[in-house]
Structures are given as C-alpha cells and as structure tokens.
C-alpha cells in the first residue's frame, strides 16, 4: 500500500489560513489502512483545525481519490467549501485538483512510501516502482528500495551484523538479506554474476511514466 | 628477456610490476580553496610513496576535487591515483570526468561506491548511485580496453575518426570487515571479472580476520588476478580509537588497541610504533603487494611510517 503520514498541524493551519470553510476530504483505501487519512483522521484534524482557529469544516470521506468517478458524491460540498483539504496520498490531492480547477487543494499529508505493515504502528518502504522488476534474481528482496544506496553488486563495506551503516538502529542491510535469502535457496552462485548497470529510463528518470493498454481500453 | 607490456604505463602499475613492496598513500584535499594545505600536503608526501591516491569528497564531505588536486601533485612531481565514487556522478558525469582526467595526465582511477551523504555535511543532497563500483570499474575497462562508452558508442569524436581512448589503471576497494564475511572474497573476485588491477582495502586492525580473508581470497587465486594494498591507518589518539571502534561501520578495532593507546605516554608515537607493526605483519602475509596508509588529516607522519617500516625508496 501507499504509506503516508500527516503533516504537523502548524502547517496543515499555514497552509491554509485566510480559507474559511475547508472541506476536510479523507481517502478510504490506502491511507485509511495506514491510519493516515480516513474516516477518523478526518474528524480528528477537522475539530482541532476548529480547535485552533475560527475554520469551519465539513468532513467528508471517498472510497478512493485516485479515481474521478468517486469525487461525484462530494461536488455539492465541494462548491460549498472554500478550499479542499486532502488526507489523500499526492496521488489523490493531484486528481481533487485537476478535477477542481477553480478550488485551492491543500495536502494535509506527507506521502512516504510503498510497503508493507510490520506490524502496529510499523511500516516499512519496499518498492520504489522501478518499472523493471529484478526481484526473481535477488531471491524476493529487492536491492533498489532495501539497499540505502540501491546498489546491484551488493554489499559495499558499510554493512555489519546485518545492519546498513546508514542507521544500524533501524535499517536492515537489504545486500544481507539478498544473500541470507539466496543462500538458503541454495542459489548463491547467482550473485557471483555481474549485475549489468540499470536502465533507469523506465522509472521517474525517464519523465513522468504513462501506461496504456490496448487490452482494455474501451471497456 | 621479454619487455613487460603495460596496460597503462603508470608509474603505479610499473612499481607493482617491479615486484617490490609498493607504499601508496592517502592526500584528502582540504575543505577550502587552500593551494597552500595542498602544497604542503605533497611535500610530506613526495619521495616517500610511489603514489599519492586523492580522496573523492570523502565521508560525503565538500573538498577540492580530486582531479584538480590530481593535477596540481602531478606538476610537483607525484605520481596520483584519482577516487571517484558512484555517489556524486551519473555516467555521464564520470566518463566525461574520466576523459578530462587522463587528458590532465592521471593515469589511476580507483573506483569507489562512496559513503552515504548522510555522514557528511550535505545529508540532505539528492544521491545518484546510477552505477555501483562493480559498474564503474566495468565501464573504465571497456573505455580502456574495447574503447567504447557506457552506451556501446566508441570512444570517437566523429565516424571517420580515430579512437582515442581514456587508458586507466583501474583500482578498486575491498572491507574484509564488512558483513557477509563470507562473501566479501566473493565480491572482489566480481570486481577483479569488472576489470580491476589493483585493489586497497579498508583500513586493517583486526589482523585474524584480514589472515583469513586473505587466505579465501589465495584459495581463489584472486591475489594473482589483482595487486593488493593493505589499508593502514595510523592512531592518532585514544579517543579516535575508541571512535573507529564505536561507531564506524566496516572498521573492527580489538580492545588490543584501545588497551595500548591508553596505557601509552605518548599516544601520537605509540600509534606510528602501531602502524610500522601492522606494516611488518602485513609484508609476511602471501599475496599482500603493498599497503595504503591512510592517515587521516596525518599526513606528515607518513614518512616517518615508512621509513620505521624500512620501506623508504632508495632509488
């Protein structure tokens, strides 16, 4: 999933003072997973914005704001409001914008990463959508995102008792894991192979990223 | 007797040729815009080692590049190993730098990965890491040998002209005290099948463990493939000690040290007594070609290592 975490409120308030009445919009898929900004956080961040100042607002939470079709349940609020305040990922607060030429979209969360829930209050990043998935080499661990320097011919010399050197405390030294994985396979000789140089034109390196099929197209 | 064929021609690549024991040292260039750090740092240098190696932004600290530094020790008459790192420069970047360098005259590119920008003094800078060493080192090596470019394209200035290609003598690092132990000779033979000539190693404390790593890396053969330099770095004081023991990761030190440089009355000349040891115990080791004394911002102690050592250059 899309891991995000809310912005500290005194900026969340800069950001949008001078608006009188925010429509606080929260996302119900990833970020309601991640306790970021669903039905909850909405009414949370609403009454403290209230709290502190003299905004009104009116909550209000879509199934998904990476979708348009989704939006159509909150137009009404949406003209009614001064501006949108969007508990989305970036993806999210991008669609509310586009969809709301004239209205002011303020994010009210910082999006972190893609990856997984380790557990109550725990998340861990794990893919960086690098458009070419090399994971069936490295045994189902990926050195791009677990490696602190992504590098393919892991493990440089900063990497002890497991830990990257980067932050012993709480990072895994991704190359460790790489060859912990593989050895047990019993596929280890793979990593005497020189991994070729990447080609990054398929992630962001190569401009924004599109994706069209044919496939489905017109359904 | 037949001649010996140079890859490179470097005053480096004929001292290893030559079969003796090879010194090279460490120069990390200053923070600032200082011509005079940079020409005193040389003096000390100069006639002690058979090549002076100029760090790359080390520890991913701002200092005068190193092929600037590269150039000016050359016109004083050092022969210099240039650093570059994976950290700072897409390939683009680097084959361009690799050109400019050897035009300038260097002729050594040891090829690093580099220290994470968060140890520095711009942890918040973008990283690049476009390459990793094991790709560098690759790359140097086809502009050198197969003279072409990253992309395939030839190292010409046009279709109909001639190749003219950047000739390096390629160098390398390796941390036999860095984590997987047991795949660390592994990963230097993947920089030796790159292309690597020559490889120095994290600084060395923990001599059991660098014995067996170089026992894995003879059972391979790799010390015939490759020129090893064994990483000393002199103690300066027991708080750098206690330092390099705590909290730099890839470096073991034995409480052995920590012990000594306490007890010492004079901890500056009990860590050269140290370095000149480890140098000692170094030379016996088969398949050890050299050693990179590193003395970090302790230049001017370098000679008086390498003459304790009995290694000063008698030519």
Known sequence: MIVAERKPIEEIRQLTAGHGKLLVLGCGTCVTVCLAGGEREVAVLAAALRLCGSVKTTESTIERQCDAEFFDKVRKEVASCDAILSLACGVGVQMAASLFPDKPVYPALNTKFMGTNDGAGEWSENCLACGDCKLG??????PVTRCSKSLSNGPCGGSADGKCEVDPEKIECGWQLIHDRLKALGKLNTLSEIAPPRDWSKTHSGGPRKLSREDVAGL | MSEIVYKVGSELEKAFASGRFVVTAELGPPKSADMDLIRKKAGQLKGWVEAVNVTDNQTAIVRVSSIAVARLILDMGLEPIIQMTCRDRNRLAMQADILGAYLLGIRNLVCLTGDHMCFGNHPSARYVFDLDSVQLIQMVRNMRDKKIFASGDEIKNSKKAEAKEPRMFIGGAANP?????DFRAV??????????????TQCIYDMDRFGKWMEQVRNRGLHEKCRILAGVTPLKSVGMTIHMRDNVAGIIVPDYYVDRMTRAKDPKQEGVTIAVEQIQKLREIPGVAGVHLMAIEWEEKVSEIVEKAGLKKTA
Do not use: H, M, S, W
Request: charged share 25%.
């Open chain 2, 177 to 181: 005290f860095a984590d997987p132990f």
């Open chain 1, 137 to 142: 080499i490295y045994g189902g661990i990926c």
């Open chain 2, 187 to 200: 990963r230097l033979e993947k920089k030796i099948n790159a292309g690597v000539d020559f490889i120095q």
